[in-house]
């Protein structure tokens, strides 16, 4: 499978606890794009990456988030201390490094975060 | 700012009924606009695109033509199936800098054999 891969499909951590989600973008992509996407509605830009830079955080929420894409690897979305309130779906996209403005994004099959 | 502006669901159609999920933007400059689909428990799948006016973006017996008079990106489809029912989502790009996709809320079709 050349797609977007994304693990885990499904994690559950309590309340103060670390939640690590993992993308790893298509073959020959470069850019990485994460979303969420709370129950019911649809899916909002959190962070844009290429590799060992963040390009556009502006839909990162200012604390307990974090972003990565090393060199080596795939890309790392980081939740610090997590509270109820990220429960959510959590999507990585990925689209190759050319003029991309009409590049469409292709999606892994997402992180469903549950906190209990 | 950029936007896109969502018929709201759920919509429940006959199997062969015909299909409209309406779909207007607001951004700057030329966006490209895209419906993406999604079924249960999975992630997005590119339906189709158009990239500037008057295109005309099809796939799998869907259509929506870019229309920048109307600001539109309406998705159709002449004869829906059960195996259709998913989450629709409408979503454009703009072309002046950010490369992230602004969503629509998505349309929950359902269709009844």
């Known amino acids: 499978n050349a797609g977007v891969m994304q693990n885990p499909r499904h994690l559950v951590r309590r309340r103060g606890q670390e939640a690590r989600l993992r993308c790893s973008p298509m073959?020959?992509?470069?850019?990485v794009y994460w979303y969420r996407q709370l129950p019911e509605e649809g899916l909002k830009f959190m962070v844009y990456?290429?590799?060992?830079?963040?390009?556009?955080e502006s839909g990162m929420p200012k604390e307990r988030f974090s972003a990565e894409f090393p060199k080596e690897g795939p890309s790392i979305l980081r939740i610090q201390q997590v509270v109820r309130g990220d429960s959510a779906a959590y999507f990585c996209?990925?689209?190759?490094?050319?003029?991309?403005?009409?590049?469409?994004?292709?999606f892994g099959d997402g992180t469903r975060l549950s906190i209990l | 700012g950029d936007s896109v502006t969502q018929m709201e669901g759920p919509v429940t159609l006959s199997e062969e009924a015909f299909l409209t999920i309406n779909c207007t933007y607001t951004?700057?400059?030329?966006?490209?606009l895209f419906w993406y689909v999604q079924y249960p428990g999975e992630g997005l799948q590119l339906l189709l695109k158009?990239?500037?006016?008057?295109d005309k973006g099809s796939n799998k017996g869907f259509e929506a033509t870019y229309r920048k008079e109307t600001t539109s990106f309406h998705l159709e489809k002449g004869s829906v199936q059960v195996s259709d029912s998913a989450v629709y989502f409408c979503?454009?790009?703009?072309?002046?800098?950010?490369?992230?996709?602004?969503f629509g809320t998505g349309t929950r079709l359902t269709v009844i054999p």
């Open positions: 951004a700057t400059g030329y966006p490209s």
């Open positions: 073959k020959g992509h470069s850019h």
């Open positions: 996209a990925s689209s190759p490094p050319s003029d991309h403005s009409n590049q469409p994004q292709h």
């Open positions: 158009a990239t500037k006016a008057d």
């Open positions: 990456l290429q590799k060992e830079n963040i390009i556009d």
């Open positions: 979503a454009l790009r703009t072309s002046t800098g950010a490369n992230n996709l602004f």
